[in-house]
């Protein structure tokens, strides 16, 4: 990397000066500037953000999503006061996309924003509610998802559409400053991850916004999360019992034992930990799925004038766990110089507000799009939408789809050897792929299917046909 400087002259004032002065030249809002020197002087200072089994207790109860009957009429009387906030910063670059990962089309033609959408438009309507819809994007998302909200003639309402995140430099790791990489000076930069959600809200305006108009509690969720809708239940127990923060957790299986998990600290006081956070040496405990119980979804529910007050007294920085993340600072090259990425989660924010409690829910509100393989289920008629736009899962478990990724990473790598769309998984429980195989039309996968392809030319699975046992070619 270049430097204007000799770093090993430089004082940690002089080097936190740099990354002020560059924030300061990109126009960065002053509060993201203080929250990024924040987390710098802790990453100086040698903070590693672990947090170690011994400050992260297990947690053993906690209410359950199943049990809220009672509350439904509690929602329903603060529905008008209520957002709806998705997380629709991401490109999808790791299956090869380049626009936003929510246009993506996921079911009846119809892309994860096309679904948000109308899932709001049909609560407004069936509970004569306001209900706003809010997005917070990118600089890589904002105008194409602009434009589609645009075709919604019947989506207005009284605040923005949403607001933009934030972007921070990265850190070269040797140095300790501002990382430089002419070839793509983009890449210098990063998203703070989604804990940057609280300063984003002040920066851009929209929390006074909000306040302002008599909205009091807001649901976000991630984009990609089709299951996370808004759930008259919790929202009228939050209501009900004052509660200013929630989040909404699931069973731990050993598929997330690298997720963010629930914990409690000595004082009773909830907390998120993230793999990052872990100790190296501890990395065997923070994977133990019967200690550590419960997955963060990622779905939160906040009460906003509690937000703003608590924003307010800790001068708009909520200090949540640094989280330190090392890459290469070009991310298509493993080659290129390290960098940390100074991250924070949203729902470590658990840990700030006293009284803020976590609820146990459906793993049918997490339905995450991560791989191809999580997409091809959600094609499949393992799931419909309803009249209500909402996912119903058509069977009591859902299949194991392992999809060979030489093959299936890329998005357009999986709709060319699915050109018909996905099968029918209804009836399957595995389903593995290894191999170059391309499926015909109305194709069946039954019980446990494995396609094993070793053959440099293609596999095709013709029309009709029904797998199930082991087909090796």
Known sequence: MVLMLDPQTLTHRERASLFTEKMSAAKIP???????????????????????????????????????????????????????????????????????????????GLSFLDIIVRQALYLRQQHAARLPLLFM????????????LNRYA??????????????????????????????????????????????????????????????????????????????????????????????EVTDRTLADRKGGHLARRSDGQLLLREVAQCPPDELELF?????????????????????????????GILGLPLI??????DPTDPHSPRVYQLETAMGSAIAVFEGAQAMRVSRRRFVPVKKNNDLLLLRSD??????????????????????????????????????????????????EVTGDVYFGRNVAVKGDAKIMNDDQEPLYIGDQTVVNGVIDY
């Open 30 to 108: 002053e509060l993201m500037v203080q929250n990024f020197q924040h987390y710098y002087k802790q990453l100086v200072a040698g903070e590693t953000g672990y947090i170690r089994s011994q400050d992260a207790g297990p947690v053993t109860s906690i209410p359950d999503a199943d049990q809220l009957a009672s509350y439904c009429a509690a929602g329903k009387a603060v529905l008008n006061n209520t957002v709806i906030l998705k997380l629709n910063g991401g490109l999808g670059t790791s299956m090869g996309m380049d626009g936003p990962k929510s246009l993506v089309p996921v079911k009846d």
């Open 137 to 148: 994007n990118s600089f890589h998302t904002q105008a194409a998802t602009q434009a589609v």
């Open 154 to 247: 019947n989506l207005k309402q009284d605040v923005p559409f949403g607001f933009l995140q934030h972007k921070e430099p990265k850190v070269d790791k040797e140095t300790l400053t501002p990382a430089s990489w002419p070839i793509s000076s983009e890449k210098e930069w990063c998203p703070p991850g989604h804990g940057d959600l609280y300063s984003a809200l002040v920066t851009s305006g929209m929390l006074e916004k909000l306040i302002g108009a008599g909205y009091e509690y807001i649901f976000v969720s991630n984009a990609d999360n089709l299951g996370a809708t808004l759930d008259l239940q919790i929202l009228g127990y939050m209501a009900q019992n004052k509660v200013p923060f929630l989040m």
């Open 287 to 315: 994977q133990d799925i019967e200690r550590y119980r419960y997955f963060n979804t990622n779905n939160l529910w906040l009460h906003l004038p509690t937000l703003k007050r608590v924003l307010a007294e800790r001068n």
């Open 324 to 329: 330190r993340n090392e890459k290469p600072v």
């Open 382 to 431: 393992v799931y419909r939408l309803n009249e209500q736009y909402e996912l119903e899962q058509m069977v009591d478990e859902l299949p194991l789809i392992d999809l060979d990724m030489r093959y299936y990473q890329l998005l357009n790598e999986l709709e060319t050897r699915f050109p018909h769309g996905a099968p029918s998984l209804k009836m399957c429980r595995r389903l």
